[in-house]
């Protein structure tokens, strides 16, 4: 239990090890196709584990893989959860666990889905155009998106220096960050439509989310942030009940809102934002749980070899391997110390929120 041994391999083991798990509880399971194979010719589905309709009132969701890559570690953590629970119990709220939303870039090493598309800034509301960029994207797009595949020699931090020196490195991350919808083959691309991912919960979240009147949602990701440090992000205006909530569950200090100093650039077609628009559950809580790993300037280095990598480059090429692992290193540390915090930090705020969830 909480041993780093819930971390897989590859994509296909990660989904039959969630398979399995989920089986022994006795959850209903469900598989969703993108139309997609992976490395080795495999399917690629997201996958859905529910605990049933018992107390659905209360509902717990745990999700993992919206980010590709990133569900090597969200993916652990969901195992984590449902080993322990085999052992000690389940908990008495209605679980539905969402598997590697973006199936495509769990199997092949990416952040982005099939079309490029960054699956969290891809969930714009009704009405809102999936065009623009923020001002400061065209002016960087040469640099974070050459076209030609990336070289083991060159060092983006020193390309990069001019720009950090003119705008600095909180306002890179803004311009960079937010999304756009302007440069398809670029990084942080929302597309030009809803995706695959978004269409299949637009399907059928209300489903899985049937007789909720509420729910916890807590989305696991990595990359941004402290090393091994966890912040709640949230991605739209907060209620007065879901900011006391969040408070009083998790601590003061656990969650950065929206309306955040810190985070003063636009975002637009979050997952959280959608969700909790959509009416599912008369309170809706999402949370974003990332937990750090390296620094920005790292992290930004990795994605932008990996997209030059996926686009310019020949996926034979060593190059192109080497780019890839590097990612998920990037956004899944080997480090055991780092995987067993993350692990152990994901657990507690699971428990916190079932113990928020839990009726009086
Ligand atoms: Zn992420």
Redo the contacts with the bound molecule.
Sequence with gaps: MNKSTAFSLDYSTARLRFRQAATLLGWTLEGHSIGQTGPNGEDLTIDIASSGNANPEQTLVVSSG??GV?GFFGSAVQLALLEHWANHGVPSVRCVFLHGLNPYGFAWLR?FDENNVDP?RNFLLTGEPYRGAPPGYAELHGLLNPRRPPSRWESFFVKALPAIARHGIPALKQSVAAGQYEFPKGLFFGGSRPSQMHQILQQHLGRWLQGSRNVVHLDF???LGRSGDCKLLIDYPLTLSARKNLTVWFGAESFEPFDSPSISYDTRGGLGHWCVTRGYASEYLFA?A?FGTFGPVKVLAGLRAENQAHHWGNSEFDATHRAKIRLKELFCPHNESWRLKVLRQSMKLVGQAIDGLRPL
């Design positions: 919206v980010h990133e952040r969290n990701h990595t990359g974003c990332e």
